[in-house]
Nanobody, 111 residues
Framework: VRVVESGGGLVQPGGSLRLSCAAS????????VAWYRQTPGKERDLVAT????????YYSDSVKGRFTISRDNAKGTFYLQMNSLKPEDTAVYYC?????WGQGTQVTVSS
């Protein structure tokens, strides 16, 4: 199984980014996908999750109301829409399919 994230970059405070996550070789019909983030010297923190096929969502308090996790059923791709970004959102963001991790994508929020 290979998990690949994309969409990171540099954005100004208040701006938006959309991260994408896709997995190849993953065939389970019931699973969970999660987004985590990590800053240097700190543990990886859970940001948001979505359960398939129920669609049950979870958001950490720090991103609730600003971030949205979703899925494109046709493409089998998951997204993390990040709005009203703050400097403290700066981190490497990781996608996780069940126990499989992507390589991470850097998000930097700075003026």
């Amino acid at each position: 199984v290979r998990v690949v994230e994309s969409g990171g970059g540099l954005v100004q405070p208040g701006g938006s980014l959309r991260l994408s996550c896709a997995a190849s070789g993953f065939t389970r019909s019931s699973y969970g996908v999660a987004w985590y983030r990590q800053t240097p010297g700190k543990e990886r923190d859970l940001v948001a999750t979505i359960a398939i096929p129920s669609g049950l969502l979870y958001y950490s308090d720090s991103v609730k109301g600003r971030f949205t996790i979703s899925r494109d059923n046709a493409k089998g791709t998951f997204y993390l829409q990040m709005n009203s970004l703050k400097p403290e959102d700066t981190a490497v963001y990781y996608c996780k399919y069940e126990t499989y991790w992507g390589q991470g994508t850097q998000v930097t929020v700075s003026s």
